[in-house]
Structures are given as structure tokens and as C-alpha cells.
């Protein structure tokens, strides 16, 4: 059996030493890489871990399992504003499968690639199949992105659609059918979600607050409305569903899902009305995809209306892969 030195070696440390990366004084091989973050610059942190037959099937191809892990990290920075950097991996296995960790590797670097960030440093360990992976970015103070800057009356938009990581994951578990070009589209957005990194970075002079939707528009709304001591409405009818959900015909199961489906890695975000035109003329310009869903009000909870009537949610967050 492979050493835990030997995996690194094969299928970490000698890919991330062809892509040299700004700012990595000393990377994978140490006891800790030695970074410099940039001049004037902030550093931000977050880190997640994926459990397997929690987060993503088990028996799913491992490709798209670190493309996953590393796409869902990316929208925390995404959320705040940030640029990305540089990420640490630790792999915990049930076995030392050279074929799974060249798979694996290869999905890894491929989303490192397309997004700029360098990995730096990790662990791999054996026990039931897990991912941590810690992201680190650069921020600009004055330009941060957080959840306590809303105001009364600030609206709340919303970026692409909402309700696919919902949909995606019914598709997955076959409890819900879906046209094969609808199926393929939900299974890219559960594997592949795109950090809308391109996004927060349009918004971050614009936005009084943002996150990232991964438990579900109603409850990471709320933490907006905790972190801002408001409330905040949101009309159902305006909310953006893509044209898989849609295909369900079923309005009433698609806003459940758009609402407390999460896993959608999409930015929530609220605006001044004074900076309204901005947005509307990066929308108008194609540059971005963003819906107004409502607006920020006195009081302390979501409420969510559908013509003018309370819209009752059947759950309040992201159920995980398992029941």
C-alpha cells in the first residue's frame, strides 16, 4: 500500500509544482507552505468539509466529487468579495485506490486551474470517505462583502436561478424525473456549481450585503437579516427558476425548492435603491444575471408572500444527501 508521503507526491505535490503560483514562498512538502499575501490586501478564510452519503453519493465519479468540494468552497469567496488564492486539501480514505485518486486529482486541478487558486498544503488519512478543503482569498478592505451592511429598504436580488441544487438532488435520488437535457443540466449544477466569483466582483462596490445561498434562500437570508437587525420579504412569484424546474410543472414544489432547497451556490444579495441603475445597466449590459426577489424591512424574519397571501414553507433549510 501506497505511504501517505508517496500519494502526495504522486498525485498532489507534482501536479501543483507544474502551475507555480504567485505567492507561495513554500508550498506542499513542508510541515506549513509560506505564503505572502498580497500587498494592501486581506486575507479570507473558510473551510468545509464534505462527507460522503452526506454531501455527495459515495459511489459518485470522483472527478466530479473534487470538482464539487472545490467549487462549493469557492463560493464562500465569492460571498465576501474575495479573490482567490490558495486552497489545503485533507482526504480522509477508505482505501489507498490509485485509479479514485487519479480521478480525483484530476477534477481538483481542473477547477483549480479555471479559477486561479494554487494548493498549498493538505493531509490524507485513512476512515470513511471525507473532503476538507480550506480556501484563502484576497480582499480589499473597503470592498469586503458581509452580511451586516443592509438597510431598510434595500432590495434583495438574487444571481441566475434558484432551486436547482434542490432539483439536481431529487433528480439524483429519483424522486423526481426530468427530460434527459434537463437531467444533464441539474447534474452539472450539483457537480459543478459555478462560484460566481466573475459576479461579486461586478457587486462588491455596489452591494450593502451578500452570501452565498448553500442552506437555502429563506434561511441565509436570515442570517442578513440577524447580522443587520432586519427583516426582509420576499415576493415568490419573482423568484428566478431555470428552465429544468420550470419543466416540472409544478409551481408549488419548485418555489419549496427555490426557497429551502439550497445547495444552489448562488450570491443573495441587497442594494440600495440608489444603486439600483448601476445593477440595471450590468444587467442590460450582459454582464450580469440577477433578479430583484425583494426587499429588506423592519422587523427580524423572511417572510415570504405569493400574490399578496403568506407562502408557508414545508422545511426551512438544505436537507443533506442522506434523510
Known amino acids: 500500500m501506497p505511504s501517505e508521503f508517496q500519494l502526495i507526491q504522486q498525485f498532489f505535490q507534482r501536479e501543483q509544482a507544474e502551475q507555480p503560483a504567485e505567492g507561495v514562498l513554500l508550498g506542499i512538502g513542508d510541515d506549513c507552505a509560506i505564503l505572502q499575501i498580497p500587498a494592501g490586501k486581506q486575507l479570507a478564510v473558510s473551510v468545509d468539509t464534505l462527507v460522503a452519503d452526506v454531501h455527495f453519493p459515495a459511489d459518485a465519479d470522483p472527478e466530479l466529487i473534487a ?29 489507498a485506490n490509485e485509479d479514485w485518486l487519479r480521478s480525483f486529482s484530476r477534477g481538483l486541478f481542473t477547477c483549480a486551474r479555471e479559477f486561479g487558486i494554487a494548493l498549498v498544503g493538505g493531509d490524507t488519512t485513512f476512515g470513511p470517505l471525507s473532503i476538507t478543503i480550506q480556501v484563502m482569498g484576497a480582499t480589499q478592505s473597503q470592498q469586503t462583502l458581509r452580511r451586516d451592511g443592509a438597510n431598510v429598504g434595500d432590495f434583495v436580488l438574487v444571481t441566475n436561478f434558484v432551486g436547482d441544487g434542490a432539483a439536481a438532488l431529487a433528480a439524483i435520488q429519483n424522486t423526481h424525473t426530468f427530460a434527459d437535457e434537463h437531467a444533464e443540466y441539474l447534474q452539472q449544477r450539483f457537480y459543478r456549481p459555478t462560484p460566481r466569483l466573475y459576479e461579486s466582483g461586478l457587486i462588491r462596490d455596489i452591494a450593502s450585503s451578500a452570501l452565498d445561498i448553500s442552506d437555502g434562500l429563506v434561511a441565509d437570508l436570515q442570517h442578513i437579516c440577524d447580522a443587520s437587525d432586519l427583516g426582509a420579504v420576499i415576493d415568490v412569484e419573482s423568484l428566478p427558476l431555470s428552465p429544468a424546474v420550470q419543466s416540472l410543472n409544478n409551481n408549488s414544489q419548485s418555489y419549496q425548492w427555490a426557497l429551502s432547497g439550497g445547495d444552489d451556490y448562488e450570491l443573495c444579495f441587497t442594494a440600495s435603491p440608489e444603486k439600483m441603475a448601476d445593477i440595471a445597466m450590468l444587467i442590460a449590459q450582459g454582464k450580469l444575471h440577477a ?14 408572500e405569493y400574490k399578496g397571501e403568506s407562502f408557508a414553507l ?6 443533506h444527501f442522506s434523510s
Not at 479573490?83 to 482526504?91: C, I, S
Not at 414545508?314 to 436537507?319: E, I, L, P, V
Request: net charge negative; charged share 20%; hydrophobic share 45%.
Open 67 to 95: 470538482e464539487r468540494a472545490l467549487r462549493t468552497n469557492l463560493s464562500d469567496l465569492a460571498a465576501m468579495g474575495a479573490d482567490p488564492l490558495w486552497f489545503t486539501l485533507a482526504l480522509t480514505l477508505p482505501e
Open 291 to 304: 433578479t430583484v426577489i425583494g426587499e429588506m424591512i423592519p422587523g427580524h424574519k423572511v417572510i415570504c
Open 314 to 319: 414545508d422545511t426551512t433549510g438544505y436537507q
